[in-house]
């Protein structure tokens, strides 16, 4: 056959035997490849309370930053994202530029916290590790960056107690959840959450995922793993696959009141923005965010849509408002090449810039 794809006999044989080659040598290297490690910076734990956990990373050298960071991830997702491994890792970029990091690991909730709500994530968990921060450094308050779910939370407590902390930085952070183009928050706009979380008590992760995955099918279901086959002979780039495979697998249930709350408040009634935002009994106003604020967002990001992070511009009472736009996705903000730079030294410089 000949024409545009120039298909014959010949070149499907011998594209048949390259595969055959590519499969053979991927199994070898499969096979001495032994098992992968996440977490690319040794840390320490400093503080804890109930199964959150706050660790202080170890960078090569001493810190020159006099205020630290703390660093909040979401829930459902593992918070090694920001250091999966030695060429890709936002922690590292920061301690290579003399900051102070800490990160909230939140841990696995099983049944016996079902009943945890967004109040002990704000508070108790968040709020308490900013305290120990302030007592540990002899600081009035911290810089503090919250990660997608995260910086909802981070929101919530720079708006309730903005005296404990000195700069706030958002990434990926969803503030209008009810842009047309964030197709999460219209499914779950459609889920009877009380049902949902009366029927199961906690959220299992699984099933958590499988949303995420159906948000793009073909991509995270199918296309992934028939590109897989062209990295099965090289033994950097399988073990990269690997890692990101096992931070997306790796995600703690959901404890069940704190999920309701938070599919009620934010997905459902767009708390936000209606000024509705509440963390136990006190309202959450965002126009009590006086700090310095920097926002970044991702261009490409399918889960939180830049015109749902944008929206903060307008919210915020801050003066001093700095928005960061990112080309890439909701990950590759992490983990892509053009990332370990861009936004490790974009957030120094910022913070050096206000002292």
Known sequence: MTGPLAITPESLAAEALQLQRKLQAGLSTLRDLGDVHVGATPRVPVW?????????????????????ILIAYALVNRPYMVDLQEDRSLVKGLLARGEDVYILDWGYPDRSDRFLTLEDYVERY????????????????????????????????AALHPERVQNLITMVTPVDFHTADNMLSN???????????????????DLMNLTYLMLKPWRLFAQKYVGLLDLLDDRKALQD????EQWIFD????????????????????????GSARIGEAAVDLGMVGMPVLNIYAEQDHLVPPDASRALR??????????????GGHIGIYVSGRAQSLVPQTIHDWLAARG
């Not at 696959?241 to 990101?244: C, S």
């Open 251 to 274: 995600s703690p249930d959901q404890a069940g009141e704190a999920f309701r709350e938070f599919d009620r408040q934010f997905f459902q009634d767009n708390a936000f923005v209606a």
């Open 187 to 205: 499914w779950n706009r459609r889920i009877d959450v009380d049902r949902l979380v009366d029927t199961l008590g906690n959220i299992p992760a």
């Open 48 to 68: 804890r309370c109930d199964k959150t956990v706050l660790y202080r990373y170890r960078g090569e050298r001493p810190p020159t930053a006099r205020v630290p």
């Open 314 to 327: 307008r919210l915020v009472g801050s003066e001093d408002y700095t928005e960061l736009s990112f080309p």
């Open 126 to 157: 968040l709020g308490g590790a900013l305290e120990y921060l302030c007592r540990a450094h002899g600081l009035p308050a911290v810089n503090l960056l919250g990660i997608c779910q995260g910086g909802v939370f981070s929101l919530c407590q």
């Open 241 to 244: 696959f690997l890692r990101m």
